[in-house]
């Protein structure tokens, strides 16, 4: 039930949750916004109507407009925002701690607002939230790895990871997790319309919001490609759903170092049509 309702006393009438409804299906009433009972399961549940509401007159799914955060004000200035994007380095070198736990499910929360196709909101984290955690996944993937080079079945492709096993293996340096105290991974159905792109924008939420919790991030293209492809046993470890694809993989923890500027890259690339 989406248990759309409109607090009469507070309602103006003007009409704003009408036209913004993207599957238009609120429509005035007997003078207030309504929707018809059989035009219910069209709704997005995007919650649109109860964002745009100027006086908090509208509930919808069961959600009250007082536990919302107000916008009125409470945006980041576009300098602020810009400095934070410029400024977000990767990191690959961390302390050996873990991040308060507190921390972890604040960031996951946050990052679960990123948006989804259709609004789907199918995304799953599939979080490492303790060292000792990551220390068995790593082991677990360095022995994977080992079976497929000493078995020589290691794709060619892939010949790369013969090389990170070896300095693994000979000096301790792990290549592929950065020895990051925590990792991310995104996934989704295979089956909703844009799984991929679901997982990517989530972790871009979470990477951004997390450096601005003064938590380090970076992208773990080789953990992904070593968790999906050459050990695939893993996901059954981290417990990633089989029908699920895997978007990609981040790693985080407290930065062993902070950088003090934003660099400077080049002009755009952009085409105008």
């Not at 006086?55 to 916008?71: D, F, H, K, M």
């Not at 810009?82 to 990052?111: C, F, H, M, W």
Request: aromatic residues 6%; proline residues 7%.
């Amino acid at each position: 039930m989406l248990s759309f309702a409109i607090d009469e006393q507070k309602c103006t009438k003007c009409g704003k949750c009408v036209a913004d409804c993207p599957a238009q299906i609120i429509a005035m009433t007997a003078g207030y916004p309504a929707i018809d009972p059989e035009n219910e399961a069209a709704c997005y549940k995007c919650q649109h109507c109860l964002a745009i509401c100027p006086t908090a007159a509208v509930t919808i799914l069961g959600l009250v407009p007082e536990n919302s955060r107000t916008l009125v004000a409470a945006v980041p200035p576009p300098e602020q925002l810009e400095t934070l994007i410029k400024g977000r380095r990767s990191v690959r070198r961390y302390l050996e701690e873990n991040v308060d736990p507190r921390l972890i499910q604040q960031l996951l929360d946050v990052a679960w607002y990123a948006p989804t196709g259709v609004n789907s909101r199918q995304v799953q984290f599939t979080v490492v939230d303790d060292r000792a955690k990551m220390t068995q996944l790593r082991e677990e993937i360095m022995a994977g790895l080992g079976r497929l080079v000493r078995e020589t079945t290691l794709p060619p492709e892939y010949e790369r990871f013969t090389t990170i096993l070896s300095v693994w293996e000979d000096k301790g340096v792990d290549i592929i997790f950065r020895n990051a105290p925590h990792l991310l991974i995104a996934s989704a159905p295979r089956q909703v319309v844009t799984p991929l792109a679901d997982c990517l924008i989530a972790l871009s939420y979470f990477d951004l919001y997390a450096q601005s919790n003064g938590i380090g991030t970076v992208w773990g293209g080789l953990a992904k490609l070593a968790i999906d492809e050459l050990v695939p046993d893993c996901r059954a470890t981290l417990g990633i759903p089989e029908d699920h694809l895997l978007g990609y993989v981040m790693m985080f923890g407290n930065p062993a170092i902070h950088y003090q500027r934003t660099v400077q890259h080049g002009p755009a690339i952009i085409h105008r049509m």
